[in-house]
């Protein structure tokens, strides 16, 4: 159970340190999605790997998968408000959201054991 806390606390600390809203563009344009979200991702998945262990990918995987799912998911939101930027507040940076989740998710399938 304690590594699932760490595992939240990487994730939350992931988003609230790389993902402010002064540091997003803003508009989603097709530069973004081509060039700079793939690179945010391979980087957020190299820091989320470095934090959390090789022995924990699985389950941080998981734990992004479950996000992705639920834009009301407790993680969500508490990066919402660390970040100062709601995900889920508009359908667009949702996908957006969901596009980076996947990402990143991709990325860190290269750790698993």
């Known amino acids: ?8 606390q990487a994730i939350k600390a992931e988003f609230t340190c790389h993902y402010l809203i002064d540091e997003l563009p803003e ?5 973004f999605f081509q060039i700079d979200l793939p690179k945010m991702a391979r980087s957020s ?3 989320l790997q470095r934090e959390v262990g090789n022995s924990y990918v699985d ?3 998981k734990a992004l998968q ?5 834009p009301s998911h407790p ?8 970040s100062l930027f709601n995900w889920a507040d508009e ?15 991709q990325d860190l399938k290269q750790y698993i054991l």
Do not use: C, G, K, Y
């Open 1 to 8: 159970m304690t590594h699932l806390v760490n595992i939240h």
């Open 27 to 31: 508009e989603w344009d097709s530069l």
């Open 45 to 47: 998945a190299i820091r």
């Open 59 to 61: 389950d941080l995987i």
């Open 66 to 70: 479950d996000m992705n799912s639920d």
């Open 75 to 82: 993680l969500v939101n508490a990066i919402s408000e660390s």
């Open 91 to 105: 359908p667009n940076d949702w996908h957006v959201f969901q596009i980076l989740l996947n990402l990143i998710t």
